[in-house]
């Protein structure tokens, strides 16, 4: 059980927040708004899967956001073009596969800094956006919306497919020589070369999935809504980063799993709207996710000293 406290610590907060909103406003539980804000966190929830693949290589992408962004426009374009679910959702993953192999070839072959080389394309892609789109939203055709199914059956859907891919990739990482790749090229590059893994392989094709994970997100979030938001996705790439530090998976890579990832993105995701019911004015949201990030990295620190 030592190998997994940080995780634990986590859930155990996740529990007492939400007993406490179960005292305090059991309102808060009531089953329709709870599935929005549930599905609403769907999509993040692949993005922060995607971003927690990379930060255990050792690696940051801090470019989700805005590649979320233009993958939902080109969502919105194919589906007004054509009116067809599946090739928006095709188009979507492959321009988010093509975003993330971008950044791949950057850090992997040319062995730039993943920090330089995202935020460079993070800018890159959002203002490109901007400057094709204008601002303007996408209005979509009406069958799109949830799938084509109720609004009750779609958000179940979404729920439902945001932990299909989680269990999905936590599994493969724990069971999967691929997974294993991951792990050893975050802990020690020159010691997995050593083992026969290429640390750049590795590295490209993970920032690939991670890519392809935003596309598939972005279309998760696009059936949400009647209209696409050329400005959405912002900030995102530092709720998904957070929920996996948050979440015990450490920034210098190695180390972490995504279901503390899954603990510490609940956290984040239920403490704004638990401020909300408890009457705390909605700007102290950022100031609690602040103060649990820097105690969750103060803690890791710590965990750390005491290990060597």
Not at 238 to 244: G, P, R, S
Request: a positive charge; proline letters at 4%.
């Amino acid at each position: 059980m030592r190998g997994y406290g940080r995780e634990l610590t986590v859930v155990a907060l996740l529990a007492l927040l939400l007993i406490g909103m179960a005292t305090a406003a059991p309102n808060f539980f009531e089953p329709q708004p709870l599935l929005s804000r549930l599905t609403a966190a769907a999509p993040k929830l692949v993005v922060a899967c995607a971003v927690s693949l990379v930060i255990i290589t050792r690696q940051i992408d801090i470019s989700v956001g805005s590649l979320f962004a233009v993958c939902s426009v080109v969502a919105g374009i194919v589906a007004s073009a054509h009116g067809t679910l599946p090739s928006a959702m095709v188009a979507a993953v492959l321009v988010g596969t093509l975003g993330g192999a971008i950044n791949g070839v950057l850090v992997a072959v040319f062995r730039l800094p993943s920090i330089v080389v995202t935020l460079a394309t993070m800018v890159t892609w959002r203002e490109g956006l901007r400057l094709y789109q204008q601002g303007v939203f996408l209005n979509l055709p009406e069958n799109w919306q949830w799938f084509g199914l109720s609004m009750h059956v779609g958000q179940a859907t979404l729920c439902g497919v945001g932990l299909l891919i989680l269990v999905f990739l936590a599994g493969g990482l724990r069971h999967l020589a691929g997974g294993r790749y991951l792990y050893a090229v975050g802990s020690d590059s020159s010691a997995a070369r050593l083992a026969g893994i290429s640390p750049p392989a590795v590295t490209f094709w993970t920032f690939t999935l991670a890519g392809a994970l935003v596309g598939w997100a972005a279309v998760m979030s696009v059936v949400q809504s009647p209209q696409v938001d050329p400005g959405t996705g912002k900030m995102l790439e530092l709720e998904v980063i957070a929920a996996a530090v948050v979440g015990g998976i450490t920034i210098t890579g190695g180390r972490g799993s995504l279901w503390g990832m899954f603990a510490g993105f609940l956290l984040l995701t239920f403490m704004g709207p638990s401020l909300t019911y408890l009457g705390v004015k909605p700007y102290w949201d950022k100031a609690f996710q602040g103060g649990v990030i820097l105690l969750s990295v103060v803690a890791e620190r710590l965990h750390r000293r005491q290990s060597d």
